[in-house]
């Protein structure tokens, strides 16, 4: 099951960084499937939105994930201001949620 997760899910608005990671999130899909391209699959892309009432989504730059584990990290994202905000990680092509997780800054 793809997941993301924060590492302080209680930061101080303004001056905590958190990492943001996704697990098992698939790299490429069989839909599509050409054994004469390399790679023979077509590679999923995501992005990760942070998002909260009232304020500008923080989002990051369009990824694949690893191969092996389907991680990848968004170091030291900042919240501007307080409040609850969610994670999401989506996918590019449609712009879906496929995980999320919730962060409270003070």
């Given at each position: 099951?793809?997941?993301?997760?924060?590492?302080?899910?209680?930061?101080?608005?303004?001056?905590d960084g958190v990492n943001f990671t996704t697990a098992d999130a698939p790299a490429y899909?069989?839909?599509?499937?050409?054994?004469?391209?390399?790679?023979?699959?077509?590679?999923?892309?995501?992005?990760?939105?942070?998002?909260?009432?009232?304020?500008?989504?923080?989002?990051?730059?369009?990824?694949?994930?690893?191969?092996t584990n389907g991680e990848f990290v968004w170091p030291a994202v900042v919240m501007p201001?307080?409040?609850?905000?969610?994670?999401?990680?989506?996918?590019?092509?449609?712009?879906?949620?496929?995980?999320?997780?919730?962060?409270?800054?003070?």
């Amino acid at each position: 099951m793809t997941t993301i997760a924060a590492s302080n899910a209680t930061p101080e608005a303004g001056v905590d960084g958190v990492n943001f990671t996704t697990a098992d999130a698939p790299a490429y899909t069989s839909v599509g499937y050409n054994a004469d391209n390399y790679p023979a699959s077509p590679a999923i892309l995501y992005y990760i939105s942070v998002e909260a009432t009232d304020e500008d989504d923080l989002v990051s730059e369009r990824f694949v994930p690893d191969v092996t584990n389907g991680e990848f990290v968004w170091p030291a994202v900042v919240m501007p201001a307080a409040g609850t905000w969610t994670a999401h990680l989506r996918l590019d092509a449609d712009d879906s949620s496929v995980a999320n997780v919730v962060v409270t800054a003070s």
